[in-house]
């Protein structure tokens, strides 16, 4: 892997990214300085650099996207995370959405069906300073060896919230989720009461790549 440098003028895209992100709604100051210490770029191939502070999804391979900078930041937001945290993330992808929170001070566990990602996002973020909980597996699973945890964020659109996944939400946990069919899904926000009680809140509507395994899309 190169060497990761971050000058002036990358620093001076992130200002502008988070300026336009405020714009569109983004209240929360610690996603928004999250955002602008975060080089998003790192997770681009070099030739690519100049699209990294568009506000746009980007392919990264095995079909999957480094989701749009808008999009990263309405979930974590959505999970209003706090230090100390302990969040599970379905969908490593790029490492970009992981990246975010443990800026944030979240710890990070998090689950990728493609190893090739998995490894890749592993060394990224491990070259970053970063040091995440990562497994190559089945996400709608959940991780039940280190639940329950404080945040769930998935990041792929299921077409019903995982069972395994409230299950393994701490009381009092937020879970946020794209919930639909394989083209749009609405976002939700799912918060445990008690044992027995969750309420879920419908937000606004997203496109994902769709949330695959037992519990999501059988391909």
């Known amino acids: 892997m190169p060497m ?16 336009e992100l405020a714009t569109k709604g ?11 210490l975060v ?7 070099k030739t690519f650099y100049s699209h990294a502070y568009e506000d746009k999804a980007f392919p990264i391979g095995e079909g999957q996207t480094i989701s749009q900078p808008y999009t990263v930041a309405y ?3 959505v999970l209003h995370i ?12 790029s490492g970009y959405q992981a990246a975010i929170l443990m800026q944030m001070g979240a710890t990070v566990y998090s689950i990728e069906r493609h190893q090739a990602l998995s490894l890749k996002a592993a060394t990224l973020l491990h070259k970053m300073g970063y ?4 497994k ?8 039940p060896q280190f639940a329950p945890f404080d945040k769930i964020i998935v990041t792929a659109g299921a077409p019903v919230v995982p069972q395994a996944l409230i299950e393994q939400l701490a009381i009092g946990g937020i879970m946020v989720i794209p919930v639909g ?9 799912v918060i445990k009461k008690s044992a027995s009680q969750i309420e879920t809140i419908e937000l606004d509507q997203f496109a994902f790549v769709p949330l695959i395994g037992e519990q999501g899309w059988q391909h």
């Open 75 to 77: 979930q974590t937001q």
């Open 136 to 143: 190559h597996g089945d996400g709608t699973k959940g991780w």
């Open 26 to 36: 983004i209240q929360d100051a610690g996603v928004l300085k999250a955002l602008q």
């Open 181 to 189: 069919n394989e083209q749009k899904q609405r976002m939700v926000s």
């Open 82 to 93: 706090e230090k100390g945290d302990k969040v599970l993330e379905i969908g490593t992808g």
């Open 39 to 45: 080089p998003r770029h790192y997770f681009f191939p």
């Open 4 to 19: 990761l440098t971050d000058d002036y003028k990358y620093k001076g895209a992130r200002t502008k990214l988070v300026t």
């Open 131 to 134: 040091k995440p909980v990562l």
